[in-house]
């Protein structure tokens, strides 16, 4: 399902409570989607997801994160050192899409079989920080929303988005 306008979110989704109020000028829809994400599109049709950034993630990104509109909440300026499985847990109970350099939550995902509201594993070394910034800003308006549930990965070779755990004996 693509972005709805406010007016089919009214009548058709039936969003409890739909919050007509927080409609902005410049802004084509802002509310929960049906997963409790909380998404907004601006005239330019990027959509502005809550993120979580692990210390991993190079300062650059979560700068440009902010600067491009995202609602960012960094760990190594909120929690430096906090466990893997805790951030995890955080960015669900915030319904966050968790971004990081660790591959460790590929094996807390598809192994452990914890939880998660969408993780991007990025696989970016080689690139200059201000390139890593861009690359992941310019997928993320372009792909973003595919990466809400999903474990997805962003190299230097290209872009993977997985929906469903991997099967047995299959790499992350």
Not at 10 to 31: L, N, T, W
Request: net charge neutral.
């Amino acid at each position: 399902m693509g972005i709805l306008p406010n007016w089919i979110i009214e009548r058709d989704i039936k969003i409890v409570p739909f919050a007509p109020q927080k409609s902005r000028p410049g802004i084509i829809s802002y509310g929960a989607t049906s997963y409790g994400y909380d998404v907004r599109v601006d005239r330019s049709g990027a959509i502005r997801m809550t993120l979580l950034i692990d210390e991993s993630v190079d300062g650059a990104i979560v700068r440009r994160m902010r600067s491009d509109g995202y609602d960012v909440h960094a760990v190594s300026e909120l929690s430096p050192s906090i466990a893997d499985d805790i951030l995890l847990a955080a960015a669900v109970a915030d319904r966050r899409l968790l971004i990081t350099a660790d591959k460790d939550f590929g094996f807390l995902v598809h192994h452990s079989m914890k939880a998660h509201c969408g993780i991007v594993l990025l696989r970016l070394a080689g690139l200059k920080s201000n390139d890593r910034a861009e690359l992941v800003s310019k997928i993320l308006v372009e792909r973003g929303t595919e990466m809400l549930d999903a474990f997805t990965v962003i190299s230097v070779r290209g872009l993977r988005i997985r929906t469903e755990p991997p099967q047995p004996n299959e790499s992350v």
